[in-house]
């Protein structure tokens, strides 16, 4: 089991069972899980796909630990927003959740959210990104999912977590994902 920071653990379970009852592998919600594209690509010029998270975005960091650097292309059309949500599927426990970000947005900048765009509640109930805590010798693996929505939340700063991935999945019409690993 991954190390876990103090309070991240409660709500874990209730935003686990959220984030499964509306997924398959994403927020979705199990009709959706077939018919949902996959066309999103998400980069960062800080991580790799299948290799371990960087130590600067985990709770391991010198000093406080930071939000990775994301990019994403082949969005849709028709976003209304988009959302990303930082999850470990095999712990069910969500770091970071951001919605309502500007469909013309193609990035978010390392340790930076934009003005506009708003902050849920993670797993313990913070609205900040939760560094992931891995352990040594128990492989973990972290999503890094951007979600095309047919419009915008209108959830305010701070909202609870199985809210946001409620209107995630009601809303999402295309996805991607770049996971990296524990070491």
Partial sequence: MPRTPL????????????LLAST????????LSGEMPTDINVTSPM???????????TCD???DPV???LSWSGLPDDVGSIALVVDDPQAAVVFWVVHDLDPQLVELRQNSVPADAKIGQNSAGEA????????????HEYRFTVYALSGTLDLP???PLDSILEGVA???IARGTLVTESE
Avoid: F, I, K, T
Wanted: some cysteine; proline content about 11%.
């Fill in 128 to 139: 900040s990104y939760g560094a992931p805590c891995p352990s040594e010798n128990d492989a």
């Fill in 61 to 63: 960091a010198d000093g």
């Fill in 157 to 159: 700063e701070g909202a």
């Fill in 67 to 69: 939000s990775p650097p």
């Fill in 7 to 18: 309070g991240a653990r409660a709500g874990a379970a209730a935003a686990g069972a959220a």
């Fill in 47 to 57: 991580m790799q796909e299948a290799q371990p998270l960087p130590v600067a975005y």
């Fill in 24 to 31: 398959g592998c994403g927020v979705l919600n199990s009709e």
């Fill in 170 to 172: 009601e809303q999402a």
